[in-house]
């Protein structure tokens, strides 16, 4: 089955600096990933998505300066949280779709990604 | 665009109960509805998922049913197990649109052993 791999799982990091999280398809290539933010007992409020080789498109309200999006490959796409903030504190979750109409509809989940900014 | 409503928020049921969670999407153009399961502190797994051809689909324990005149969806989870305890999302998209799944607010299923 689909796989996707997103590290680190938690990460701890001091105000004003950056944290970068990766997301990989292990298995699939994956032409689209999506990139979410999610605050406790809340949905899944979705920042961006990334298609390969291209700019990121970022939803309303998200900052693009300061979450930086990098896909540079079908299997890997990046979430650099830039001049990081306790604000920014957060679950953060990727989710890749794979190529192709049969799995166009379909996607798999990373394990996310906790952001503990002190 | 595309709002889902997802009921209720929290359900408490006793082991090997039955378990239902309703969603309602506004977009007759959505075709794909899938569930997710997303236990704490992981992210979310798809369990099952129906297209808007089909009007149930079963998978052991699990089952989904879409009503596409009335746009509701619902999921069921027979002789529920603590394992199952997690939060259920779901999710309206589009076919041949963005493909970006509008998700609801999620249904906290806590089984009593």
């Known amino acids: 089955g689909a796989v996707v791999s997103q590290h680190p799982s938690r990460v701890i990091c001091k105000s004003g600096t950056s944290v970068k999280i990766e997301c990989r398809s292990l298995?699939?290539?994956?032409?689209?990933m999506f990139w979410y933010r999610q605050f406790p007992k809340q949905s899944l409020m979705l920042m961006a998505t990334?298609?390969?080789?291209?700019?990121?498109?970022?939803e309303q309200g998200v900052e693009k300066d300061k979450f930086l999006i990098n896909h540079a490959s079908l299997t890997l796409s990046t979430l650099t949280v830039t001049s990081a903030h306790p604000e920014d504190s957060s679950f953060y979750i990727c989710?890749?779709?794979?190529?192709?109409?049969?799995?166009?509809?379909?996607?798999?989940f990373g394990a996310g990604s906790r952001l503990t900014v002190l | 665009g595309e709002n889902v409503e997802q009921h209720p928020s929290t359900l408490s049921v006793q082991e090997g109960d039955s378990a239902v969670i309703k969603c309602t999407y506004s977009?007759?153009?959505?075709?794909?509805f899938p569930w997710y399961k997303q236990e704490l502190g992981k992210g979310p797994q798809l369990i099952i998922d129906i297209r808007s051809n089909v009007g149930e689909k079963k998978d052991q324990r699990i089952a989904v049913t879409l009503n596409k005149t009335a746009k509701h969806f619902s999921l069921h989870i027979t002789e529920t197990q603590p394992e199952d305890s997690a939060v259920y999302f779901c999710?309206?998209?589009?076919?041949?649109?963005?493909?970006?799944?509008?998700f609801g607010r999620g249904t906290s299923l806590i089984v009593h052993p």
């Open positions: 989710s890749a779709r794979r190529g192709g109409a049969a799995g166009a509809n379909v996607l798999t």
């Open positions: 999710a309206a998209v589009q076919s041949g649109g963005s493909y970006i799944p509008t």
């Open positions: 298995d699939f290539q994956a032409t689209t």
């Open positions: 977009d007759s153009a959505s075709n794909y």
């Open positions: 990334s298609n390969e080789g291209s700019k990121a498109t970022y």
